[in-house]
Nanobody
Framework: QVQLVESGGGLVQAGGSLRLSCAAS????????VGWFRQAPGKERESVAA????????YYADSVKGRFTIFRDNAKNTVYLQMNGLKPEETAVYYC?????????????????WGQGTQVTVSS
């Protein structure tokens, strides 16, 4: 069993930065790929970024490439999402998720564990 707790969300102006953290409990955290998803009101959930168990494989949605960076510290059971150049349309609840692989994570169907989400609001 893995429990995921997100933090670091908040209100930021357009062009600003935030760093989200996903802290996990459980000794098996390093056995999972971890990803970030987001969902804005009235919109479908979308995958933002994902990282494999030891960070060899990394995925970014085209919309965030060059602005967002995902990285993990398995010693701290934590995955981070550094978000730079934020845009108002990226206002959403951001969720951390764990799956057996980056590929298995997909659009969420392969996720084994979800966090409760953290709100990110980008003002124009």
């Amino acid at each position: 069993q893995v429990q995921l707790v997100e933090s670091g969300g908040g209100l930021v102006q357009a062009g600003g930065s935030l760093r989200l953290s996903c802290a996990a409990s459980g000794r098996t955290f390093s056995s999972y790929a971890v990803g970030w998803f987001r969902q804005a009101p009235g919109k479908e959930r979308e995958s933002v970024a994902a990282i494999s168990r030891i960070g060899v494989t990394i995925y970014y949605a085209d919309s965030v490439k060059g602005r967002f960076t995902i990285f993990r510290d398995n010693a701290k059971n934590t995955v981070y999402l550094q978000m730079n150049g934020l845009k108002p349309e990226e206002t959403a609840v951001y969720y951390c998720a764990a799956a057996l692989s980056v590929q298995a994570m997909g659009v969420g169907s392969g996720v084994h564990y979800w966090g409760q989400g953290t709100q990110v609001t980008v003002s124009s």
